[in-house]
C-alpha cells in the first residue's frame, strides 16, 4: 500500500508541477459551466443537472480521461524510465494502481468542483437531491472506467498522441455502442445495451441507484486494470 500510495503521491507532484492538471480542470469547468447554462435555458426547464450529466457523459468523458493518462505511461516507456521502475521493489500492480488513482483524485476532485453548479440551483429553485448525489456517484463510476481504458491504451505504446487516439477511440466504441441496439435488434442488441457506458449510467441520471450498474463499473474498471497489469508485465520479457 505504501508504494501504491508513493506512486499516486509522484504522479500528483508531476500533474501540479505542470500546466496539465490546470488546464484540464479549467476546460472542464468551461465546458461543463455551457452545458449548465444551455440546460437551465431551456423553456420549463427542471430544476436538475441531467442534461448537466448526459452532455459531459457524451462530449467530454470520451476526450478529458485519455488525454489525462496519455502520459502515465507512454512517457516512461519512451524516456525509458519505466524498466527502471520495474526493476525497483515494487511491483506492477502498484505501478499500475499508484497511476490510476493520482490520475483518478484529479478528476474527481474536478468532477466535484460542478457541485457549484448546484449550488446555483439551490439558491433559485428546490432541486430533488436524490438524482443529483445519484448522477455525481454515477459519473465518478464513470471516470472510474475511462480512466482505466485511457491507462490501458498508456500501456500499450511509447507515443503519448497515439495512446490518447486509442484511448478515445475505445471510449467512444463504448458511449455509442449502445445506439446500435436499435438498429440490430435480438440477443444482440441486449448484449450492446449491456456493455454501454452510457446505458448504464441514464439509470443514475434519473435518481436510480442500482448495485447491477454500480457492479458494471467497478467490473469493467477492473477489467481494463488487469488488462494494463498484463501489458506492463510483458515488458520484462521483451
Known amino acids: 500500500m505504501r508504494s501504491i500510495l508513493s506512486i499516486a503521491y509522484k504522479e500528483l507532484s508531476v500533474?501540479?508541477?505542470?500546466?496539465?492538471?490546470?488546464v484540464i480542470s479549467g476546460v472542464f469547468l468551461a465546458l461543463t459551466g455551457v452545458?449548465?447554462?444551455?440546460?437551465?435555458?431551456?423553456?420549463?426547464?427542471?430544476?436538475s443537472v441531467r442534461g448537466l450529466m448526459r452532455s459531459t457523459v457524451f462530449f467530454i468523458m470520451p476526450l478529458i480521461p485519455p488525454i489525462m493518462t496519455m502520459r502515465l505511461l507512454a512517457e516512461e516507456?519512451?524516456?525509458?524510465?519505466?524498466?527502471?521502475l520495474l526493476t525497483a521493489p515494487v511491483r506492477d500492480y502498484e505501478v499500475v494502481i499508484g497511476k490510476f488513482l493520482a490520475s483518478f483524485l484529479i478528476l474527481s476532485a474536478t468532477v466535484l468542483l460542478t457541485f457549484f453548479y448546484v449550488l446555483?440551483?439551490?439558491?433559485?429553485s428546490a432541486p430533488d437531491m436524490g438524482p443529483?448525489?445519484?448522477g455525481y456517484l454515477g459519473l465518478l463510476l464513470y471516470c472510474t472506467t475511462t480512466l482505466s481504458i485511457g491507462l490501458?491504451?498508456?500501456s500499450l505504446t511509447g507515443n503519448q498522441i497515439v495512446s490518447a487516439t486509442v484511448g478515445f477511440g475505445v471510449i467512444l466504441l463504448f458511449t455509442f455502442i449502445g445506439n446500435l441496439a436499435a438498429?440490430?435488434?435480438?440477443?444482440?442488441a441486449v448484449v450492446l445495451q449491456h456493455i454501454s457506458l452510457t446505458g448504464h449510467f441514464d439509470p443514475f441520471a434519473r435518481g436510480v441507484v442500482d448495485t447491477g450498474h454500480?457492479?458494471?463499473?467497478?467490473?469493467?474498471?477492473a477489467a481494463f486494470l488487469f488488462l494494463t497489469i498484463r501489458s506492463v508485465e510483458s515488458r520484462r520479457w521483451r
Open 15 to 22: 500533474y501540479f508541477s505542470s500546466p496539465m492538471a490546470y
Open 35 to 47: 452545458f449548465f447554462s444551455d440546460s437551465v435555458d431551456q423553456p420549463f426547464a427542471d430544476a
Open 77 to 84: 516507456q519512451k524516456l525509458g524510465t519505466l524498466e527502471l
Open 120 to 124: 446555483i440551483l439551490m439558491y433559485y
Open 132 to 134: 443529483v448525489l445519484s
Open 152 to 154: 490501458l491504451a498508456s
Open 183 to 188: 438498429v440490430v435488434g435480438g440477443s444482440a
Open 214 to 221: 454500480i457492479l458494471y463499473y467497478l467490473v469493467m474498471t
